[in-house]
């Protein structure tokens, strides 16, 4: 598997730093004033420990810890900063501008500060789009919108030559990308051109996936608020089905590739009694798939709450083609069981009365809620504070409850899964008692 592989932890810099930073700390432990991090901080990815054979650690196998340097790479008044929010909407992102903006300009005195319009594309001249400029004046109280300040669009990545050509017309030192696992190699490739140009550019990302899949990290922002926001839309759908005769509600959440939204707001809800998710196989029809399990429930207890994940059966309804973002376009999994619910039901001439909700967008343009508010604020701080010490092709996230660096190249090299024999889908079988398996394991597989 994927997680087993060896991945290269160590984090580039763009040179020596020779700069004392403005931010005031101290370098000794006791004294009741905040600490700098040094180079020489480090954490484990695996705290699992076997005694008596922990072996001795190299540099490369230990991530990073994030946070403030006594001595910084650029000179803050020379500083051109640029920020760009690329992709889907996720709640938080207005947060991770507002905190790496009065980082900088509050803590650095950095004032030269441009946001990057609708993504990638806001470099290319053929949009022409002008940068916003950034103050702590005008970011003040986006944190209490939904969406994107800077505005967002999925595609332009690819334009490298273009996007570098830009950065230099703008004189950009630094650029923080906040975008999920297409924006994060968009930004390595266009931090591989700034080298090959030999120009000191620092290239930091802030990885924005709802769905919780970026490898190695512990949680991603917007995540919480998501699973917040679903859990009303499940209570809703509990309540629809609840009053009917043999009552079905249906309701698909975001996870192209992991059902972690789904598991967890399963067990935040207590009113779930199916999850479907992409990492574990299910069949429809059959003696142990999934319309028998419903068929069970709904002759027990007359009526049933379904979570699917956008990504599951996409086996079956993907077509192929990819969007501009460079993902497989899904075919809705939604609209296609709660089509394939009614027909079966149908068939065996069994009254259902179903109420489907695809609460999606609803969730992603949400503003954060006051943890991810906070996740975002420390996030942003982080990568300031790493942009500044020059680090370089490095996303920041939250590893073992610490913020570390973490290589771009290792953090796009997989996505996280729920593990369907780890303790979370555990506790979800616990929740809702679904079978384990809903597989006919000893038919030809089918639908």
Known sequence: MAEKREFDFTIEELGKRNITSPIIMSKERGDQIANYVTDNQFIMLNPTVKLGSQPSLKRSQVLEVAGPREKIFFQPPHVH????????????????IRAIVRCLWERYGVHRISGIRYGYKGFLPEYAYEPRELDPDNVDNIHKLGGTYLGSARGGGKEVGKIVDAMEQLNLNMLFTIGGDGTQRGSLEIAEEIERRRLKIAMIGIPKTVDNDFAFIQKSFGFDTAVAKAVDVIASAHMEASSQINGIGLVKLMGRESGFIAAHAALASHEVNFVLIPEVPF?????????????????????????????????????????????????????????????????????????????????????ASPIDSVYCERLGNAAAHAAMAGKTKVV???????????????????????????????DMLDATHQPALMVNRFEPSGA
Not at 295 to 302: D, F, Q
Not at 399 to 416: C, L, T, Y
């Open 396 to 426: 920041i996230g939250l590893v073992n409850n610490e913020f570390v660096h973490i290589p771009m190249k290792a953090a796009i090299s997989h996505r996280n899964h729920v593990d369907p024999e780890g303790s979370l889908w555990r």
């Open 81 to 96: 900063a640029g920020i760009v929010s690329c992709g889907g909407l996720c709640p938080g992102i207005n947060d991770v």
């Open 283 to 367: 069949n429809l029809e059959g003696y142990n798939g999934f319309f028998h399990h419903l068929e069970e429930r709904l002759r027990k207890r007359k009526h049933a709450v379904i979570l699917i994940a956008e990504g599951a059966l996409q086996d079956q309804l993907a077509s192929g083609e990819k969007d501009a973002g460079g993902n497989v376009k899904f075919g809705d999994v939604g609209t296609y069981l709660r089509d394939r619910i009614e027909k079966h039901f149908k068939a065996i001439k069994t009254e259902i009365n179903l109420k489907y909700i695809d609460p999606s967008y609803i969730i992603r343009s949400a503003p």
